[in-house]
Nanobody
Framework: QVQLVESGGGLVQAGGSLRLSCVPS??????MGWFRQAPGNERKFIAA????????SYADSVKGRFTISRDIANDTVYLQMNSLKPEDTAVYYC????????????????WGKGTLVTVSS
């Protein structure tokens, strides 16, 4: 069983930056990713990184603004969010799965409880 704990959410003005962190317990060789869910919308894929950190994927809506990375030594996955827009407001979830494709498709086995990001205009 893997538990994922997110942190780093908060309130930021448009154009600002935030960095989210996700710390998994137990096995750390999972593929990891971030999703977000805005009010009234379904949860959507944002970014993913493979367990070695050499492969990343992004949703078109965040390409060039968000960067996913992982610190293997500290067992932490980060989501650096720059040039934030009001439409980035959502609850952000960390996810983990043994399959990269399953992770990106939203079928991850493990999910965090989420951290709220609010971007004011």
């Amino acid at each position: 069983q893997v538990q994922l704990v997110e942190s780093g959410g908060g309130l930021v003005q448009a154009g600002g930056s935030l960095r989210l962190s996700c710390v998994p317990s137990g096995r750390t060789t999972y593929e990891m990713g971030w999703f977000r869910q805005a009010p009234g919308n379904e949860r959507k894929f944002i970014a993913a990184i493979n367990w070695a950190g050499g492969t990343t994927s992004y949703a078109d809506s965040v390409k060039g603004r968000f960067t996913i990375s992982r610190d293997i030594a500290n067992d932490t996955v980060y989501l650096q969010m720059n040039s934030l827009k009001p439409e980035d407001t959502a609850v952000y979830y960390c996810a983990a799965d043994s399959s990269y494709s399953v992770l990106i498709a939203g079928g991850a086995d493990y999910w965090g409880k989420g951290t709220l990001v609010t971007v004011s205009s």
